[in-house]
C-alpha cells in the first residue's frame, strides 16, 4: 500500500501525512488538510494561493471523451476494469458491482506519485545512471592497459619457464657427457690391462720356440708352464648404455605449475558475485605423500555415518541418534544439535556461510540451522532425499530416491528452488541405482557413489556422463564398496571403500593414484576435506581420523 494513502484510497495530506487532505496550494504544488492549512500561510515568504483541491483538480484536468460515445466525456473509472467509462457505458450494466470512481478523483491520486517519480528520477536516479556511465566509460579506457599487464606478466612467466626447461636440458646434455667419459676411461684401463698380457704371452711363445729350437737341457729342465695363469681371460667390463625415459607431459598439471589466471567476474550492486565456471584458480601443486600419515584421531562415542569440517580443527558429524555435533580435534563436545523432528539425520553439509544443512529422509525434509533456529527449506513428495553437498555457487546438490526405491536422481537447489535435475544418461538409462554420497569437483563435475551398483559416477555441470569409476582394475577377485566422497583443490576424487578398509584417490578423469589403507582404518563411511587438504574420515568404530596425505 501506498505510504500516504488509506486502505479505501484517501488521499492524505503531503506535510502530516496523516489527515485526509482538502486544499491545494498552486504556488508551492502542495496538497493540505484543514489543519495544516493556516501552519502553511504562516509561511509569509511566499504570497499563497490555497484553493479547494477539488477544484484544484477540475481547473487542471478535463473530461477525456468516450472511445464509444463520441458525445459523452468519461466522467467515472471502474477500479476493476481499469478504464475510463461515461455515463451511458454505466447505464449499460457492463460495471454493475465493481467499484467506480471519480475519474478527476482518480487522477488526481496519482498526481502525487508523478510528482514524487519525478523527483526520484530527476534528483536519484539519473544522476546514478549517468556516473555508472562515466564509470564505464573510464574502465574502457583502462581496459587495454590493465590487460597489456596480464600478457606481459604472463610472457615472463614463460621465459622463467623457458629458461628452466633449458637449465634441465642442459644438465641432462652435462650428465650425459660425464657418462660418455666414465664409459670411455673404463674402456681405455681394460685395454691397457688386455694389452699388456698380450704382450707377456707373446714373449712366453718366443721363449718357448727358442728352447725347441736349442734342444738346451738346461733350459728345457728349468722351465715352467704359465698356460694355468693365461687360461683365465683378463676381465671384460660390460657397460650397460644409460637410456633417456622421456616422462609424458601432463598438460593439466604443466598448466597448474605455469600459474593460475585468477577468474574474470561481474558483481551485482547486491555485492553478488557470478564467476565464468571454467574460471577457477590453480592451487600451489602439492604431491602425494608416499604414505599418508594420520595426525589426529577424534573420539565420537558413536559410529559416525558422516563428516563436515568446519575448519583445520573443529568438525560435525552425525551418527545414529537425532544429534548433530560438533567437535574438536581433542575429541571434546563443542556444539550439540538435535534434529526439529527428533529423527537421525541422513547427511550433512556447510553453506558458504558455515551454517549447517542436514537431511531428513524419514520426513523427507532438507533442514537449515542458522542462528540457532532450524528451518525446513526444503520439502519433497514421492521422493526421499539423501546425502548432500555445497557447490562452489553456493547451490546445494541433493541425492534422492523414490518411495518405492526404484529410481535414483540428482538434484540441483539454488536458493532453495529446484533448478536442476540429474537421472538418465544420453541413451535414457539410468545413471545411478541408488545415489550415496555427493560431492562437486573443482573442475564442477558431479561425483556421485553409486553403493548399489559398486561405483563411483561423474557428471560434468550439464549432467552429461563422463565416466564411472569400479575399482581398481588389478583387484577384480576385490568387491568395491564406495560410500563417503569427497574432492580436494588439486580435483583429485577421495572415496571410502567401506568393505575394504581404505581410501580410493583418482584424478579428475578417473584415473586410480593410489590407496590410503595405513591409517588405522575401519569400515570407513563419510569424508571431507578442509582448506589445506587434510582428510578427515569417520570409522565405524566411533573414530574420526585427520589424515595428510599431500
Given at each position: 500500500m501506498h505510504p500516504r494513502r488509506s486502505a479505501q484510497e484517501v488521499l492524505l495530506c503531503d506535510l502530516c501525512e496523516t489527515v485526509p487532505l482538502q486544499s491545494h496550494c498552486k504556488v508551492c504544488h502542495i496538497n493540505l488538510c484543514v489543519n495544516c492549512v493556516n501552519k502553511h500561510l504562516a509561511d509569509s515568504s511566499k504570497d499563497h494561493n490555497v484553493v479547494s483541491y477539488v477544484k484544484h483538480i477540475k481547473s487542471t484536468t478535463s473530461y477525456p471523451k468516450c472511445p464509444k460515445h463520441a458525445e459523452k466525456h468519461c466522467e467515472l473509472y471502474c477500479e476493476k476494469c481499469g478504464i475510463p467509462f461515461c455515463s451511458t457505458c454505466n447505464s449499460s450494466g457492463k460495471h454493475k458491482?465493481?467499484?467506480?470512481?471519480?475519474?478527476?478523483?482518480?487522477?488526481?491520486?496519482?498526481?502525487?506519485?508523478?510528482?514524487?517519480d519525478l523527483k526520484e528520477l530527476e534528483t536519484r536516479i539519473y544522476p546514478q545512471y549517468e556516473k555508472m556511465a562515466s564509470d564505464v566509460q573510464t574502465e574502457k579506457a583502462e581496459l587495454d592497459t590493465n590487460y597489456e599487464k596480464l600478457t606481459t606478466a604472463t610472457d615472463q612467466q614463460g621465459e622463467i619457464v623457458h629458461r628452466e626447461v633449458t637449465a634441465i636440458v642442459n644438465q641432462r646434455k652435462s650428465d650425459i657427457a660425464e657418462m660418455k667419459n666414465k664409459h670411455l676411461a673404463a674402456l681405455n684401463k681394460n685395454t691397457d690391462e688386455i694389452t699388456n698380457r698380450i704382450t707377456e704371452l707373446r714373449q712366453i711363445i718366443q721363449d718357448l720356440k727358442k728352447i725347441l729350437d736349442t734342444n738346451d737341457v738346461s733350459l728345457t729342465s728349468t722351465y715352467k708352464s704359465r698356460n694355468s695363469e693365461f687360461r683365465t681371460l683378463p676381465t671384460k667390463i660390460r657397460?650397460?648404455?644409460?637410456?633417456?625415459?622421456?616422462?609424458?607431459?601432463n598438460k593439466d598439471q604443466l598448466n597448474e605449475m605455469f600459474g593460475s589466471l585468477s577468474p574474470l567476474s561481474f558483481n551485482t550492486e547486491n555485492g553478488e558475485t557470478m564467476k565464468s565456471p571454467e574460471a577457477v584458480s590453480s592451487p600451489p601443486v602439492k604431491q602425494l605423500l608416499d604414505e599418508p600419515r594420520l595426525t589426529a584421531t577424534i573420539d565420537t562415542g558413536?559410529?559416525?555415518?558422516?563428516?563436515?569440517?568446519?575448519d583445520e580443527e573443529q568438525v560435525w558429524t552425525r551418527g545414529n541418534t537425532k544429534f548433530i555435533k560438533l567437535l574438536n580435534l581433542r575429541s571434546k563436545l563443542l556444539k550439540s544439535i538435535q534434529t526439529k523432528s527428533g529423527n537421525m539425520p541422513r547427511d550433512i553439509a556447510l553453506t558458504r556461510d558455515r551454517d549447517l544443512v542436514y537431511t531428513d529422509d524419514r520426513n523427507k525434509t532438507v533442514n537449515l540451522v542458522k542462528n540457532k533456529k532450524i528451518q525446513t527449506v526444503?520439502?519433497?513428495?514421492?521422493?526421499?532425499?539423501?546425502?548432500?553437498?555445497?557447490?562452489?555457487?553456493?547451490?546445494?546438490?541433493?541425492?534422492?530416491i523414490s518411495d518405492d526405491y526404484k529410481q535414483s536422481k540428482v538434484v540441483r537447489y539454488s536458493d532453495f528452488t529446484e533448478k536442476q535435475t540429474i537421472q538418465f544418461d544420453d541413451q535414457g538409462r539410468p545413471l545411478y541405482s541408488s545415489g550415496e554420497h555427493i560431492s562437486e569437483n573443482r573442475n564442477l563435475d558431479i561425483c556421485v557413489t553409486d553403493y548399489g551398483a559398486g561405483a563411483v559416477v561423474v557428471v560434468n555441470q550439464s549432467g552429461k556422463l563422463r565416466f564411472r569409476y569400479t575399482g581398481h582394475p588389478s583387484n577384480t577377485n576385490e568387491s568395491f564398496n564406495p560410500v563417503g566422497i569427497t574432492t580436494d583443490s588439486h580435483s583429485h576424487i577421495l572415496t571410502a571403500d567401506y568393505g575394504c578398509h581404505r581410501v580410493h584417490i583418482l584424478d579428475q578423469n578417473g584415473q586410480f593414484l593410489r590407496y590410503i589403507h595405513n591409517c588405522e582404518l575401519f569400515l570407513p563411511c563419510g569424508l571431507c576435506v578442509d582448506i589445506r587438504d587434510n582428510l578427515f574420515v569417520a570409522n565405524y568404530d566411533n573414530t574420526v581420523k585427520k589424515i595428510q596425505y599431500l
Open positions: 458491482g465493481h467499484k467506480i470512481s471519480d475519474i478527476l478523483e482518480k487522477s488526481g491520486s496519482k498526481t502525487g506519485d508523478l510528482q514524487k657397460v650397460t648404455l644409460p637410456s633417456f625415459s622421456p616422462q609424458k607431459i558413536y559410529p559416525p555415518f558422516s563428516v563436515s569440517c568446519l526444503i520439502t519433497l513428495q514421492g521422493w526421499g532425499p539423501r546425502n548432500v553437498c555445497n557447490t562452489a555457487s553456493d547451490d546445494l546438490l541433493l541425492t534422492m
